[in-house]
């Protein structure tokens, strides 16, 4: 049986990374995104082969993969040119969290380990449950801008907003979460995020360090309840913006400790 599954995984997100390690399974992986930071030691065991848009292919090649993970339509390019080359080639575009629950059973299975997978996953929905359940007890939620960037504001993804909502905030733009593609997210005027005047901000600017000050120095800003009551917070990307576990434990936990904070002040 363990001859007839993959031997040879090549990552190109860190997300499955990441999950490959929780699963014990790390032995299975040949080379890694120059992205990954979960988990640390990954970045020393592992050869770096791509960034998001770009790999390393002749590098890729050279380590003979027999099965490579990427993520989404982004990574279209690098998928055809390594399927072009007779690699094996799984892309999951998850942008839900059902969906990332899909994707991890999935890898899971990919590798033996459909049994283990589905114990986690259940340990994380359970986790998940415990949040929500505590957060239905809030007297008041939060209004929540979530900056995925800064210029031009990029509001959040779909696993974030509900993951938000989940934590007890209310996301104040919903109707660009369900937008898959960042483009799709853009508010290009910053005068509507004033309007829907959030609570909290939390910045997560894709590997960039937030910058509080700067955000409360937004021409306009300066009356929003999130900047007159120093409610502006970073939460890393690699904690919320991967899809993957990083989101549905740490990421959530970070969510619920703001949002619980805000409440017992608020409440």
């Known amino acids: 049986m363990q001859d007839l599954l993959p031997q040879r995984i090549v990552c190109l997100t ?3 990374t990441e999950w490959l390690y929780l699963l014990g399974q790390e032995h299975r992986i040949v080379g890694i995104s120059g992205y990954t930071v979960r988990p640390r030691r990954a970045r ?3 050869p770096k082969v791509s960034a998001f848009l770009s790999a390393k292919i002749d590098k890729i090649l050279a380590l003979k993969p027999d099965c490579v993970f990427g993520f989404s339509d982004l990574q ?3 998928a055809a040119a390594l399927i072009r080359a007779g690699v094996q080639v799984t892309v999951f575009n998850q942008r839900s969290v059902a969906e990332i629950f899909s994707m991890l059973y999935q890898v899971g299975a990919m590798v033996g380990q459909a049994g283990q997978a589905q114990e986690r996953i259940a340990q994380m929905q359970a986790q998940l449950e415990a949040i929500r359940e505590r957060a239905a007890t809030f007297r008041c939620r939060p209004k929540v801008f979530f900056e995925e960037w800064d210029e031009p504001h ?10 938000m909502g989940i934590a ?5 733009f919903p109707e660009l979460a369900v937008q898959a593609m960042g483009k799709d997210r853009i508010i290009a005027d910053g005068q509507s995020i004033v309007d829907r005047a959030p609570d ?4 997560s600017w ?3 360090k937030f910058r509080p000050e700067k955000v409360a120095a937004r021409a306009g800003w300066q009356n929003l309840p999130a900047v007159r009551d120093a409610q502006l917070f970073e939460i890393k990307s690699a904690d919320i913006l991967q899809p993957g576990p990083a989101a549905l434990t ?3 936990a970070q969510l619920h400790r703001i949002f619980c904070e805000w409440e017992r002040a608020h409440g």
Do not use: Q, Y
């Open 44 to 46: 020393e065991e592992k």
């Open 154 to 163: 990029i509001s959040g993804i779909r696993w974030v907003s509900e993951l």
């Open 206 to 208: 894709c590997g960039k």
């Open 250 to 252: 740490d990421g959530v």
């Open 76 to 78: 279209a390019d690098i």
């Open 14 to 16: 860190e997300e499955t």
């Open 200 to 203: 909290i901000i939390i910045g």
């Open 168 to 172: 007890g905030g209310d996301d104040i």
